[in-house]
Structures are given as C-alpha cells and as structure tokens.
C-alpha cells in the first residue's frame, strides 16, 4: 500500500526550508502519496491510474510509461476540470503556483508533454506546447498565444459584425411592430367614434321617421274617431225620438177608450215621425296598408337625402405622412408638420399622394375632384405595384397615368412632360377610365372640354390617384346623388 512520505527531522535546516514543496509530478497538486516504486503521485492521480491498470495495482506513470502519463492527464482534464482550460494557481496562492514572464496570466498544461502550451496551431486551432510543435505539428502555422488571440479576437469581431446589424435590424422592425400596434389601437378607437356618429345620424333619421309614421296613424285615429262619435251622438238622438215616440203610443193604448179616442190624432202624428235609415260605414277603418306598406322603401327613399354616395374614397393608409385626409375620407389637405404614422408598406414616402381605397380591374368608373384654388394638385390613377418607397419621374412608363398643375402650369405627366392649355381654368376635374379600351380621359365636367386622354392596355389592377402640395387650399372629392329606378 502506498504511505505518507517520511517526515523530516525536527529541525529543519535553513537550506531544507528554502526547498520547494513535493508535488504531483501529473497534476501538479501538493501532498503526494510515496509509491513503494519511489515514486510519488497525488491520491486523485493515483486513483485514476488504478481506474486505467484494475483496481488491483498500483499505477505509476512513471512506472508504465508516456501512454499512462497521457491517459491520466486526459481524464484529469476531463474530470476534474469539466472540459475547462487548466489555470495554474496565482503566485502565493499555494503549492504548485506558477506564472508567466507578464506575471499574471493563467496557461495550459499540455495534456500529452505535461508542457505549458504556450504556441497555437492555426491549422488545426488549438494550443500546443513546444514538444507538440516537434512531433505533429511540425509542418503547421504556429504563433504565439497573443498573436492567435488578436487574430481570433479580430476575425470574431468580423463574424459578429453581420449578427449586430442583423440585431439592429430586428430591434428596428420590434420597435415598428410595437408603434404599429399603437397606431391600429388609436386607429380602432377614432374610427369607432367615427362609426358611432355615422349610425347616430341613422339612428336619429330613423326615430324621428319611426315617431312621424306613428304620429301620422294618431292622426287618422283621431279623425276617424271624432268622425264616429258625431255620428253615434246623431244616432242617440234618433233613437231616443223612436223609444218616445213608441212609448207615448203603447201608453196611449194603455187608456181607456174615451181618452185613447181624443188624443189618437196626436198619437198618430208623434209615430209618423220619420227617421232616415243610417248610411253605410265606408272608410270608417285606420288604412292599414298606407301605414305599413313599403315602410322600409319609403323610409329608405327618404334616407337618401342624408346618405351620399361617393364612387371613391380615399385610403388614409396610403396617404404620406405630410398629407391630412379628413374623417369622412373624402379630402386632403397638405400639413406643415408631418404626422407620427406607421412607414406601412402602402404608404408612400416620396410623394405626396394618397390612393382611392378600392382598386379598378374592369369596367368603366368615373369621379369629380374639387380643385378649386388649389395651385399644386395631380390627379389619374396609378398601378397597384408602382414604387412607393422611392422617388422617380412620373409617367406611364413607371405605372402613372396623371396630369397635374404646377407652377402655374397644366401638364400631362407624360415622359416628356406634355403641356396642357385648357380654355379656362377648371374648378372641377372628372377623371373617367374605360378598362376593357384602355383609356384614361380628363375633362372639365362644367363644359365636358377634353383635356387630357391617355391611352394604355392594362393588364393589372389601378388605384384612383390624388396629389396635393398647396399649403392653402385642399382637395375634395364631389359626391354624387343617388337614383332609384323601380320597375
């Protein structure tokens, strides 16, 4: 069995006192265990070395060779450190303690040599120690551990460069999730209030015509009944004559014969009383079917006094962020300031126009814009998939069928920025566009003069386009009147 070293004398020389500590030759750990071979290992090494030769004998790495000594550093390594870099204690910090030239910085143990790994191997990246360099890996780039740290360094920092863009990248596009899921909460609360005020109108129309329609059945009761009270106090008053006069004449009969003889004249006379027959009771009911009949057309009829029509809308989601539409969506107003709002996709960020909110693919459309005094305004339609993010010339080419006053001038937004010369200066511009014959026709409605017709065959779905940059006056869709036609 293996047993402590042997103590020392009593009194140690001073020369025996300035000799270092024993320690572990394999793991450099203090107070070895003396092998009865003479040599010397801690009991954690000596565990291991008995795991790798059997329980039975004592291994000595010394004993049995390199191939031991490399097994039991792998399993230190393995075991004891969890797969961690060996570091040396600090100086002073117990036996065993070393450090480099600087005097401060921890090193590796070479797992194979028991050398401090002090190169690097750039070939196949990892720590080596001198002897290491000698044997395998003789033909292989090596540097010092600081020049391979500064390359590692630099060569991580260019590896993570793309991941802190990436990063920034997401935090950007968090951030816009998070505005955006304000905007669509005030958004749902404003058009809500909106929404509300509309069926209000509706709600108001709708009792004061519920209280007319009732009022108006009061109405005809009341008639009818005062019609039919006349008539039964007349009737009374007739029955009342018949009863007496029939009562006088059975009284009458009732008397002896010389009294009933004298006054028979007068008898005969109060009975020949004649009462006409009463007349038939014609349109003496409540007309059930004026009141109820159609109630829901002609209150609806009635309704569209208050409900406009309007064939576009504009779309505030496409609006750029220096443009005001209004509540009912039917203007746009050019701002000072731009609003804090969403950089959507659909909105456009180099010019300052809005979208009409339903796109056309067939048939033919028409709508009035109130241009009014507005000095700077362009007015067509545009392709569903025209750039919206960047800027470029305006023309059919790039998706935009348009014309426009600016700086005082008509023009037709062609490649070559085609002039206009209308007669007079429109206050109204109807824009009409035939899908199927590929036109796109600007007139002014008061006159129906032509100003401007584009031609095109279109294959993909337009919006209704409306520009405004005049800080004065605004843009206004005219709304149109409704037309019932029964058959």
């Given at each position: 069995?293996?047993?402590?070293?042997?103590?020392?004398?009593?009194?140690?020389?001073?020369?025996?006192?300035?000799?270092?500590?024993?320690?572990?030759?394999?793991?450099?750990?203090?107070?070895?265990?003396?092998?009865?071979?003479?040599?010397?290992?801690?009991?954690?090494?000596?565990?291991?070395?008995?795991?790798?030769?059997?329980?039975?004998?004592?291994?000595?790495?010394?004993?049995?060779?390199?191939?031991?000594?490399?097994s039991v550093l792998k399993l230190l390594q393995d075991t004891l450190f969890q797969g961690q870099l060996r570091r040396p204690r600090p100086l002073g910090g117990g036996p065993g303690g070393e450090e480099d030239a600087a005097g401060d910085k921890p090193?590796?143990?070479?797992?194979?040599?028991?050398?401090?790994?002090?190169?690097?191997?750039?070939?196949?990246?990892?720590?080596?120690?001198?002897?290491?360099?000698?044997?395998?890996?003789?033909?292989?780039?090596?540097?010092?551990?600081?020049?391979?740290?500064?390359?590692?360094?630099?060569?991580?920092?260019?590896?993570?460069?793309?991941?802190?863009?990436?990063?920034?990248?997401?935090?950007?596009?968090?951030?816009?999730?998070?505005?955006?899921?304000?905007?669509?909460?005030?958004?749902?609360?404003?058009?809500?209030?909106?929404?509300?005020?509309?069926?209000?109108?509706?709600?108001?129309?709708?009792?004061?015509?519920?209280?007319?329609?009732?009022?108006?059945?009061?109405?005809?009761?009341?008639?009818?009944?005062?019609?039919?009270?006349?008539?039964?106090?007349?009737?009374?008053?007739?029955?009342?004559?018949?009863?007496?006069?029939?009562?006088?004449?059975?009284?009458?009969?009732?008397?002896?014969?010389?009294?009933?003889?004298?006054?028979?004249?007068?008898?005969?006379?109060?009975?020949?009383?004649?009462?006409?027959?009463?007349?038939?009771?014609?349109?003496?009911?409540?007309?059930?079917?004026?009141?109820?009949?159609?109630?829901?057309?002609?209150?609806?009829?009635?309704?569209?006094?208050?409900?406009?029509?309007?064939?576009?809308?504009?779309?505030?989601?496409?609006?750029?962020?220096?443009?005001s539409v209004s509540d009912d969506l039917l203007t746009v107003r050019y701002t000072e300031e731009d609003q804090q709002l969403p950089d959507n996709p659909e909105r456009f960020s180099f010019y300052e126009c809005v979208l009409g909110s339903e796109g056309?693919?067939?048939?033919?459309?028409?709508?009035?814009?109130?241009?009014?005094?507005?000095?700077?305004?362009?007015?067509?339609?545009?392709?569903?998939?025209?750039?919206?993010?960047?800027?470029?010339?305006?023309?059919?080419?790039?998706?935009?069928?348009?014309?426009?006053?600016?700086?005082?001038?008509?023009?037709?937004?062609?490649?070559?920025?085609?002039?206009?010369?209308?007669?007079?200066?429109?206050q109204r511009v109807r824009v009409q566009v035939d899908y199927e014959r590929g036109r796109v026709t600007f007139s002014d409605p008061s006159d129906n003069a032509l100003l401007y017709r584009f031609k095109h065959k279109f294959t993909e779905m337009v919006?209704?386009?409306?520009?405004?940059?005049?800080?004065?006056?605004?843009?206004?869709?005219?709304?149109?009147?409704?037309?019932?036609?029964?058959?």
């Amino acid at each position: 069995m293996a047993s402590p070293p042997p103590e020392g004398p009593p009194q140690p020389s001073a020369e025996a006192e300035a000799e270092p500590a024993p320690i572990c030759p394999v793991c450099q750990g203090p107070e070895p265990l003396l092998l009865p071979c003479g040599h010397s290992l801690c009991q954690a090494c000596l565990s291991l070395c008995q795991g790798e030769l059997g329980q039975e004998q004592l291994g000595c790495t010394e004993c049995f060779g390199k191939e031991l000594l490399s097994s039991v550093l792998k399993l230190l390594q393995d075991t004891l450190f969890q797969g961690q870099l060996r570091r040396p204690r600090p100086l002073g910090g117990g036996p065993g303690g070393e450090e480099d030239a600087a005097g401060d910085k921890p090193w590796e143990v070479c797992a194979e040599h028991g050398q401090r790994t002090g190169l690097y191997c750039t070939e196949d990246e990892e720590l080596v120690c001198e002897e290491c360099v000698r044997e395998e890996h003789e033909d292989h780039l090596t540097c010092s551990t600081e020049e391979a740290v500064e390359d590692c360094k630099r060569e991580l920092r260019s590896t993570l460069r793309p991941l802190q863009e990436k990063l920034q990248t997401l935090n950007t596009a968090k951030q816009t999730c998070d505005d955006t899921t304000d905007h669509i909460k005030k958004q749902s609360e404003h058009t809500e209030r909106l929404m509300r005020v509309e069926f209000e109108k509706l709600h108001h129309f709708l009792r004061d015509e519920e209280a007319a329609a009732i009022a108006a059945l009061k109405d005809e009761e009341e008639q009818k009944t005062r019609k039919m009270k006349h008539r039964l106090d007349r009737l009374s008053g007739e029955i009342a004559s018949l009863m007496d006069a029939i009562s006088t004449a059975e009284e009458a009969m009732e008397t002896d014969d010389i009294l009933f003889l004298k006054n028979y004249k007068k008898i005969t006379e109060r009975t020949q009383c004649t009462v006409p027959d009463p007349p038939e009771l014609s349109e003496s009911l409540i007309d059930v079917a004026s009141h109820v009949g159609c109630l829901k057309y002609r209150v609806w009829d009635k309704m569209q006094s208050i409900a406009q029509y309007n064939p576009v809308t504009l779309d505030p989601n496409t609006a750029d962020i220096c443009l005001s539409v209004s509540d009912d969506l039917l203007t746009v107003r050019y701002t000072e300031e731009d609003q804090q709002l969403p950089d959507n996709p659909e909105r456009f960020s180099f010019y300052e126009c809005v979208l009409g909110s339903e796109g056309i693919i067939s048939g033919c459309h028409w709508w009035d814009v109130e241009v009014g005094d507005c000095s700077e305004w362009a007015l067509g339609v545009v392709l569903d998939t025209v750039q919206r993010k960047e800027w470029f010339p305006p023309s059919p080419e790039r998706g935009m069928w348009t014309i426009c006053l600016l700086g005082g001038e008509y023009r037709a937004r062609t490649a070559s920025n085609t002039p206009l010369a209308p007669k007079k200066k429109p206050q109204r511009v109807r824009v009409q566009v035939d899908y199927e014959r590929g036109r796109v026709t600007f007139s002014d409605p008061s006159d129906n003069a032509l100003l401007y017709r584009f031609k095109h065959k279109f294959t993909e779905m337009v919006f209704p386009y409306f520009s405004n940059t005049c800080k004065r006056h605004p843009l206004r869709l005219s709304t149109g009147k409704v037309t019932v036609i029964t058959d």
